[in-house]
């Protein structure tokens, strides 16, 4: 069984160890890092699906629109022909070679739209699916941000909850121990005690603690691991 010192010790070392762990869980609060690189990722993946569907059906409409303006044309060189505005047979073999080119072009224009009526559909799905993703990453985000703050809120609670309790818990240790401590502690990134497992081993770093160790910190002398330099603490019921 530890001493009533190195009891009053291990108390300040729980409040200590807290404070260090509510630090690292600050410092490493996910506030959506990972979401946003999968953001990210679907943007460069929605740059290429979805520019490939815009410019399909852009070029699909611009076809569309070039047939519209062949068939207007075509309409106005037949009512030119048979309008009786046209009388000239060189005008007549002009606009027959004009109505000729037309077609060609029309035929030429259908066979890309016939294409691109079979392209465009699967195109537009899977830019709509990259599209639905992105707008779901983003909502994940934002809900995660959310929990972040609330996360931080309570670690901040917590954090001066623990502060307030660490000055009456320092004065009750021997100014001596004390000072060993705080040496320590600023050495081993804030903790400066650990336990003693069940199997004999510094829960700080593992190392397995020699028996004539555990048997002076059964008489309640205090003991440093050999490896981490940690105080040790022993108690019956540790695991």
């Known amino acids: 069984m530890a001493s009533t010192e190195l009891q009053r010790l291990w108390k300040l070392n729980q409040i200590d160890s807290g404070l260090v762990d509510i630090r690292h869980r600050a410092a490493n609060l996910d506030v959506g890092k990972r979401l946003t690189a999968e953001l990210e990722e679907l943007k460069k993946r929605d740059a290429e699906i979805g520019g490939n569907a815009r410019k399909l059906s852009a070029e699909l409409t611009d076809l569309e629109l070039a047939q519209k303006g062949i068939d207007d044309k075509l309409k106005k060189i037949d ?63 934002v809900e995660r941000k959310k929990a972040a703050i609330v996360e931080k809120q309570k670690l901040e609670a917590e954090f001066a909850r623990l502060t307030q ?75």
């Open 79 to 141: 009512k030119e022909m048979y309008g009786g505005s046209v009388v000239n047979a060189r005008e007549v073999e002009n606009l027959q070679k004009e109505i000729a080119a037309l077609k060609r072009q029309r035929d030429h224009n259908d066979e890309k739209i016939l294409g691109l009526w079979d392209t465009v559909p699967p195109a537009k799905a899977a830019a709509s699916k990259i599209e639905t993703q992105i707008a779901e990453k983003e909502k994940q985000i």
């Open 165 to 239: 309790l660490r000055p009456d818990a320092a004065r009750g240790v021997n100014p001596g121990l004390m000072n060993k401590y705080d040496s320590i502690r600023q050495r081993m990134g804030g903790v400066g005690m650990a336990e003693v497992t069940r199997k004999n081993s510094c829960a700080g770093c593992g190392t397995v603690v020699a028996e004539r160790a555990v048997q002076s910190l059964k008489d309640e002398k205090v003991i440093t691991c050999e490896s981490c330099h940690r105080i040790l603490y022993y108690t019956e019921g540790v695991v």
